[in-house]
């Protein structure tokens, strides 16, 4: 079964750095395509970063380009999004996104608070 186990949340001042992780399990890992996304109290759920197989970013959001890395590690199963230069803006509940045999996938997400 696909699971998809999201962390590195929490609380943050700004101008401060986290790393989240995702931890995948259940399909072949490195022939898919992995994103993050975020939603935010209010707003709709947006696309932050993807990542394709071959680790080539097609997909950063404007607003946080610059800032977001997203990166994977196929031999762990997981991809990455370092954040750096946090900003107020950026708290959301962060969750990691994948398609799998013509279905999609969440994580059930990760708290990202960001406060001064």
């Known amino acids: 079964q696909v699971q998809l186990v999201e962390s590195g949340g929490g609380l943050v001042q700004p101008g401060g750095s986290l790393r989240l992780s995702c931890a995948a399990s259940?399909?072949?890992?490195?022939?898919?395509?992995m994103s993050w996304y975020r939603q935010a109290p209010g707003l709709e759920r947006e696309l932050v970063a993807r990542?394709?197989?071959?680790?080539?970013?097609?997909n950063i959001a404007d607003s946080v380009k610059g800032r977001f890395t997203i990166s994977r590690d196929n031999a762990k199963n997981t991809v990455y999004l370092q954040m750096n230069n946090l900003k107020v803006e950026d708290t959301a509940v962060y969750y990691c996104?994948?398609?799998?045999?013509?279905?999609?996938?969440w994580g059930k997400g990760t708290q990202v608070t960001v406060s001064a």
């Open positions: 996104n994948t398609w799998v045999g013509g279905m999609e996938y």
């Open positions: 259940g399909f072949g890992f490195s022939n898919y395509r």
């Open positions: 990542i394709i197989s071959v680790g080539v970013v097609t």
